[in-house]
């Protein structure tokens, strides 16, 4: 089993930034990636940012590529997204996410989740 736990969330002006933090416990080796999914109200969740633990690589969908950046610390089992330029259509409850197989912009395929926290950017 494999705890995720976020932190970071909050409500924030555009243009603002926000650090998201994932913390992982449990059997934290059995993750080989990790990601941040996303879900607004009445919307279905989507993929945000993805890293492969061991190599690093890093995937962003395309809203936010520009903006957001994902990294990883293993020392610290965390994984963490950097949102620069918050607009109000970011505001969502963001996930972290583990996978034991790969990283890939669909929820399937990703066995533990986070209870979430809350993003909000007004106007």
């Known amino acids: 089993q494999v705890q995720l736990v976020e932190s970071g969330g909050g409500s924030v002006q555009t243009g603002n930034s926000l650090r998201l933090v994932c913390t992982a416990s449990?059997?934290?080796?059995?993750?080989?990636?990790m990601a941040w999914f996303r879900q607004g109200p009445g919307s279905a969740r989507e993929f945000v940012s993805g890293?492969?633990?061991?190599?690093?690589?890093?995937y962003y969908t395309d809203s936010v590529k520009d903006r957001f950046s994902i990294s990883r610390d293993s020392a610290k089992d965390s994984v963490y997204l950097q949102m620069n330029i918050l607009e109000p259509e970011d505001t969502s409850l963001y996930y972290c996410?583990?996978?034991?197989?790969?990283?890939?912009?669909?929820?399937?395929?990703?066995?533990?989740w986070g209870q979430g926290t809350q993003v909000t950017v007004s106007s």
């Open positions: 996410a583990c996978s034991k197989q790969f990283v890939r912009a669909s929820e399937h395929g990703f066995q533990y």
């Open positions: 449990g059997r934290t080796a059995s993750c080989y990636g």
């Open positions: 890293i492969e633990w061991r190599s690093g690589k890093t």
